[in-house]
Every structure is written in structure tokens, then in C-alpha cells.
């Protein structure tokens, strides 16, 4: 078996050379590591993420985030809120770093003349209009002076529906308009204290499904749909298949088509940019595969959001995660990012440290062997003013040491030539010692 002296990795890992690189390494890490610091802050390790009432779609979507994230070391603390509108408003005041909310909140607000402090990092699943009557409608516009649940005040339902019900012509002045949503407006629908519901929510939603299943009731379907479309940019027309919510009863019984909203993604402008990359690979993970009224890969996605998203995140929405972020864990990711602009000077200043590797290795190796020098200098002064026997057996005992201390030198075969001079001139003095004898 080979011992530690004859193996060329243990001899390269005991040599002056890898000592010498393992401190050069050591050096460029600090240098890149605290010229980091000086480019860029380190991303945070604790967001805030402002969700909605605990039994709804936001909450459990933000449930699934804050899971997602703590596999990369990030906390995320989650704001229980009244809705979508409490929402936004909360990003708005810099009170949470993102939040869920639903498309169609301000389309008429945003502008090139209002700056936002906050932006949309794309759409995530749709949230249908689900309109329930015991009534058959033919539209939303016979709903003129009746009773109907808009949802309830600062909701983001209640936003989107007072639009819709503009369109038609129903405002507060000719119809009485109920701020109710969830089972509220679901039971006020079944005693009959109200003659329409509207709800936007999942289709796992506990209220829908309740007047789903309802036999008495009917589900509304937008047969004007595609103007809906053309009138509001963030909303879409979504197809309710025969049957898909339970095939066993055939709920429900005919196709229905309904417009739909969705929810988004809204974080605060100034977002750690390594947060946002994560933010876009985490919403992929987590809504790529589709659900019974979106295709797998449809979400997220870019369309439906009536707040501003920045090119980034729309580039990654057409082309897809970058090669740093396929190729490399989240924390090496974003730790290069932060200094890639430093590459280049950085690289200029290391040419110094570098360049002065060979010099230094070459010192290094000749002090090991000049360094004895001194000593065989002082032996030989001891030796020239030697006037007895004993003098000069005590100069030997000196130089048979110092021998021996040599023998243990190691250096590479290209300084064996030095070594081998200071041997011949250490027998050179052991020589004239002899003479004395």
C-alpha cells in the first residue's frame, strides 16, 4: 500500500504550493464576499405576505408560499386581512412586502401620470363572477330595482361587482344593493330576503358550493360574456363544463359561461430583486398544473392583471426561468447576481495578487533552506577561533545536528540543487573540524 509520503495528492496537499493557493482563495473570498456588501444588501430573510379571511383562496395560497419559502431559508409572516382591497392597501403603505389580491380593483386608477409604489408580478388562478338567482336570468340587466348581494364593503368582490352592475345600468340609486358576501349572502339567497348573489371566489368555495348544490337555485351564465371581455381588459371568459363541479349529480346540469377575474401577485416596488426572482419560480411551482377551470401551464401568466408589471417578469412569463436560475441553488443565484457587475474590476485588481504567487512560492521554498545559513555561518566563526580538541568536537556535535535538521528539509527537484550546496558546505566545516582533531 502506498504511504502518505509517496502520494502525490498528500505531497501536494503537505506542499508551500497549496498552502500558498489556499490563501490566495482564501483572500479573493473575502474580497467578493464584502464587495457584495458594498454592490448590494443581502435579500431579507422574513417577508410579510398579506392574505385575507382564514377560510379563503388568498390564505391558502399563502399558506403554500410561506411552505415554499422556508425550504430557501426565508420566513414569511402572514397577515390575516378583511380582503383583496385591505390587501393592496396594506403594499400601498409599505405594511406588507406582497399581497394577494384580485384583478379589477383599479383599472380606472392606474396611469403614466400615478406613480405606484407597488407593481403585479403576473396572474395566478382565475376567481369567476358566480351569479346566483332563484330566478331565470337573461342577463344582468333585469336585476334593475331588485335586491342584490354585492359583497361586503371594502371587498375586492364588491369593487368588481359595482362595475359590472354599472354597465347594466343598476346603480345604488334604482336598485338596493346589499354589502353581503360569503354564507351570508348565500342564506339571504335561499330564505328569499334577496333576489340575486354575486360571489368572486375558487370554485372550492364553501358558499358557491353550497347554492351549487342548491336545487333551487341557478347559476347565471354570462351570455354576453365576450363584451364583458372588450369593456374590461382584466377579465376573461371561462367555460363551466356539464358536470365538472360533481358528476355523480351533474352539477351542474347544462355548460355555463362566466367571466372571471384573477388573483394576483402584488408586491411593494422596492423589493429585494433576488425576492422577486424567487417570487417568479415559486409561483410556477406552485399554480403550473391547472385546476378544473384553467389549463396545466396557463398560470401564472402576464394577461388578466390591470396593475403594471415590469418587464422582467414579463420576459420570464414568455421565456422562463434564466440559466442562473436553472442551474443554481437560490442563495449561489443571487449571491452572483449581486456581483456580477464587480466581475471585471474586481478581476483587474486580483491580476496584482496573482502575479505576486510565484515570487512569493520561490521565497518560500529558498527560506527554508537559507535559513540555515546563519547557523552554519556562526558554526564556522566558532570553528575558525577553535583552539583546542574540544572546541572543535563541540563545532561537530553542532554541525552533526544541524544535519540532521537539514535531512528533514523537503523542497521540489527545481530547488534540489540549493539544498544540495548548503549539504556540501555543512561537510566542508565538518571537514576542517577533522583537521583540527
Do not use: C
Amino acid at each position: 500500500m502506498m504511504s502518505k509520503k509517496q502520494n502525490p495528492v498528500w505531497r501536494f496537499i503537505k506542499s508551500d504550493l497549496f498552502k500558498i493557493w489556499l490563501v490566495t482563495l482564501f483572500l479573493v473570498g473575502l474580497i467578493f464576499h464584502f464587495s457584495s456588501l458594498l454592490v448590494s444588501p443581502a435579500p431579507p430573510d422574513e417577508i410579510t405576505l398579506a392574505a385575507g379571511t382564514k377560510n379563503g383562496n388568498y390564505y391558502r395560497s399563502a399558506l403554500n408560499y410561506r411552505e415554499a419559502f422556508a425550504k430557501h431559508g426565508i420566513t414569511v409572516n402572514i397577515l390575516e386581512t378583511s380582503g383583496a382591497i385591505e390587501n393592496l392597501e396594506l403594499v400601498k403603505t409599505d405594511k406588507a412586502d406582497l399581497a394577494l389580491v384580485q384583478s379589477g380593483l383599479q383599472a380606472d386608477t392606474v396611469s403614466e401620470e400615478t406613480p405606484l409604489n407597488y407593481k403585479s408580478l403576473g396572474s395566478l388562478y382565475y376567481e369567476p363572477l358566480w351569479v346566483f338567482s332563484k330566478e331565470s336570468l337573461p342577463n344582468l340587466a333585469v336585476l334593475k330595482g331588485k335586491a342584490i348581494a354585492i359583497g361586503t364593503d371594502g371587498s375586492g368582490t364588491q369593487a368588481v361587482v359595482r362595475r359590472v352592475l354599472k354597465q347594466n345600468g343598476i346603480t345604488n340609486t334604482n336598485s338596493r344593493l346589499v354589502a353581503i358576501g360569503g354564507e351570508s349572502a348565500a342564506t339571504a339567497l335561499q330564505e328569499d330576503q334577496i333576489s340575486a348573489a354575486f360571489f368572486i371566489s375558487g370554485i372550492r368555495s364553501k358558499s358557491v358550493l353550497t347554492l351549487l348544490n342548491d336545487p333551487t337555485v341557478q347559476l347565471l351564465s354570462i351570455n354576453r360574456a365576450e363584451a364583458y371581455q372588450r369593456i374590461f381588459h382584466f377579465v376573461s371568459v371561462v367555460d363551466l363544463p356539464e358536470g365538472v363541479v360533481n358528476l355523480g349529480k351533474n352539477i351542474p346540469s347544462v355548460s355555463k359561461q362566466l367571466i372571471s377575474s384573477a388573483a394576483l401577485l402584488v408586491v411593494r416596488k422596492d423589493l429585494h430583486p433576488a425576492i422577486e426572482d424567487l417570487l417568479m419560480t415559486l409561483m410556477t411551482d406552485i399554480h403550473h398544473e391547472g385546476s378544473i377551470l384553467s389549463e396545466p401551464g396557463e398560470f401564472p401568466s402576464e394577461k388578466y392583471s390591470d396593475i403594471p408589471i415590469p418587464d422582467e417578469a414579463r420576459r420570464y412569463h414568455r421565456d422562463g426561468p434564466s440559466f442562473m436560475q436553472k442551474h443554481f441553488p437560490f442563495w449561489l443565484a443571487t449571491y452572483i447576481d449581486r456581483i456580477k457587475f464587480m466581475l471585471l474590476p474586481l478581476i483587474t485588481l486580483l491580476f496584482p495578487l496573482f502575479k505576486i504567487m510565484p515570487p512569493t512560492y520561490r521565497w518560500r521554498i529558498r527560506s527554508r533552506i537559507y535559513k540555515w545559513y546563519n547557523q552554519l555561518g556562526d558554526i564556522e566563526e566558532d570553528l575558525y577561533e577553535s583552539r583546542t580538541k574540544k572546541q572543535a568536537k563541540e563545532v561537530l556535535k553542532r554541525l552533526d545536528a544541524l544535519s540532521e535538521e537539514v535531512k528533514k528539509v523537503h523542497v521540489p527537484n527545481s530547488y534540489a540543487e540549493s539544498l544540495y550546496n548548503l549539504k556540501v558546505h555543512i561537510e566542508l566545516i565538518r571537514n576542517r573540524a577533522h583537521d583540527i582533531l
